[in-house]
């Protein structure tokens, strides 16, 4: 941590670092509490919005406070020792309380589905739910992973929370922003908090925090020094969200002393797309059913494929003989299929994503033509030509598709039960591969922070005048059920935002 020396140039009673759900939620409850917020972004104002922006916009919202103590202690797992019951009462509370706050918002929410593990106890009282804005029609629609990439886009992303309910709270209350401002490191003075140094346009400046500073800045997806020091038996998976998110918060976090929690845990993998034009890994929504396989470099297949592009839309967690396991990826992974499947519709599509929002905003070609062009995806007349042209074994993926075509033949995948509806012969020249990479939307590790979203040091006190909220330090262990970031990041961002403004004005030193 810095001492503080020299002035300040900017001041605000709070200072809350990253701009996104996490970073908005803190923002409006600091401001509405009285406090003069400022809010500081490293990305520029056109890339605002971190994740949050470019996520698919869900929020799970627990309909029953009792019910969702119990699904939220059943989502821990093994690691239930990690969380208090303290914090989980506050994590059920604040949660079922985000729906009426977003509605005060402006939020119009439908519901779009339930549980990612409909079998854990609590599990009924979960709804997950989107802001009605721009959508078609009205009412509750059913919504699950397995419905086609069309029918998910009509309902998901387009920035419809972002666009349509936190930013404009912000403007309408006049927070103040800094994009292009990036926190480096914690300003203490006399054993607390009192400010952030950061780097803005090349010119390092001192933000004075008069009451509190709250970490809002992210995970470290885009780090993969940190990736492949905390995140097992995945050493190149590609984010699929901003690249900004850096693992800044955690080092800043770490040189004040924090304790870390949650690190290994993460939401995916799955397999999507990572072109060398792109800048991250592109969402694409395979249709569930179709003639395609996943090989790995032995030329073999490893999955049922189907759910996500993985084989589970357990958000990366595998049932291993009784207990959810975090699952991995092997590397290199192809798609291989058949002439009918890339006739059948576009591959590449997808609803959200940074590509989608922010990067070169790639339009897929309906017939996949395009795709096969540009080198993306590889043609060949025969299955052992294609596994020359990508380099696997002729033989092994020769056999490989052969045995799937008699399990295709006889209506079951006996080797990996993927879903009979599913499964096609791959058997219509020519055939095709396109190479997929694992990818995962977001970390969940980060500071430890407490029913307070205060920061804890190591000594197991909070670390003084600091708060953080959403991903970065999420209070997911490990299971996760789909739109809980997004709830945690206005739960816990209420919290902080809440507490930081309560705090007293810091009577600081020189
Ligand atoms: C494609 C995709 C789909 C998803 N869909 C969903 C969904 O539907 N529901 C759900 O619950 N979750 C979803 N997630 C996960 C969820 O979006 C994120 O976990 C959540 O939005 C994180 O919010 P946040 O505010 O904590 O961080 P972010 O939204 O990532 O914001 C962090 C901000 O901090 C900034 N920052 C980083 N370092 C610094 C620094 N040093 N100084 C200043 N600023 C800094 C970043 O630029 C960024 O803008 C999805 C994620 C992705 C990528």
């Excluded at 900017?10 to 400022?38: M, Q």
């Excluded at 779009?112 to 959508?135: K, Y």
């Excluded at 349509?164 to 480096?184: F, N, Q, S």
Aim: proline share 6%; aromatic share 10%; net charge negative.
């Amino acid at each position: 941590m810095s001492e503080v020396s020299g002035t300040w140039d900017e001041e605000a009673d709070v200072v809350v670092v990253g701009y996104g759900f996490a970073g908005a939620a803190t923002a409006i409850a600091a401001h509405d509490e009285g406090a003069d917020v400022l809010l500081l972004e490293k990305a520029p104002e056109e890339h605002k919005g971190g994740n949050s922006r470019v996520s698919a916009n869900i929020v799970f919202w627990p309909n029953d406070v009792e019910k969702a103590k119990t699904y939220f202690r059943a989502l821990t797992g093994p690691y239930t020792d990690n969380i208090s019951d303290k914090m989980i009462e506050v994590w059920a509370e604040e949660m079922h309380a985000n729906r009426a706050w977003l509605e005060r918002l402006g939020m119009q929410p439908i519901g779009i589905g339930g549980a990612e593990f409909p079998e854990f106890p609590g599990s009924d009282c979960v709804e997950m739910l989107v802001n009605a804005g721009q959508l078609p029609g009205s009412g509750r629609q059913e919504f699950t992973l397995r419905q086609t990439p069309a029918q998910l886009g009509q309902m998901l992303g387009g920035e419809r929370l972002w666009k349509g309910v936190t930013e404009p709270a912000l403007d309408a209350r006049k927070i103040r922003r800094m994009y292009g401002t990036a926190a480096v490191h914690l300003v203490e003075s006399s054993g607390a908090v009192a400010g952030v140094l950061a780097d803005r346009q090349g010119k390092r400046i001192a933000i004075k925090a008069e009451r509190a500073v709250v970490l809002t800045c992210g995970g470290f997806e885009n780090n993969p020094t940190m990736v492949r020091t905390y995140v097992n038996a995945l050493p190149c998976i590609y984010p699929t969200g901003t690249p900004y998110n850096t693992g800044d918060g955690v080092r800043m976090a770490q040189e004040v002393g924090a304790d870390l929690w949650h690190m290994s845990n993460i939401a995916g993998p799955e397999l999507f797309f990572k072109a060398p034009e792109l800048p991250v890994a592109r969402w694409i929504n395979l249709p569930h059913a179709g003639s395609y396989i996943f090989v790995a470099a032995d030329g073999k297949r490893f999955i049922a494929e189907g759910d996500q592009c993985m084989g589970t839309d357990r958000h990366g967690k595998l049932n291993y003989h009784g207990m959810w396991m975090q699952q991995t990826a092997p590397m290199p992974v192809h798609l291989i299929f058949d002439e009918s499947f890339r006739a059948s519709g576009c591959i590449g599509d997808s609803f959200c994503c940074w590509d989608v929002v922010h990067g070169n905003r790639y339009n897929w070609s309906d017939d996949n033509l395009r795709e096969v062009e540009r080198g993306w995806i590889k043609r060949a007349t025969s299955i052992r030509d294609l596994a020359a042209l990508i380099g696997l074994p002729p033989d092994v993926l020769e056999a490989t598709v052969t045995r799937y075509n008699t399990f295709v033949a006889q209506g079951a995948d006996a080797d990996f039960g993927r879903n009979p509806a599913w499964i096609a012969a791959i058997e219509t020249p020519p055939f095709y591969a396109m190479e997929l990479t694992p990818s995962f939307v977001n970390t969940q590790g980060g500071p430890r922070r407490n029913e307070n979203a205060q920061v804890i040091g190591l000594d197991g006190r909070p670390v003084p005048r600091l708060y953080s909220a959403g991903e970065l330090g999420s209070i997911y262990a490990y299971n996760y059920n789909a739109g809980g970031n997004i709830g945690e990041c206005f739960a816990f961002g209420r919290i902080a935002g809440r507490n930081a403004a309560r705090e007293k004005p810091l009577e600081l030193a020189g």
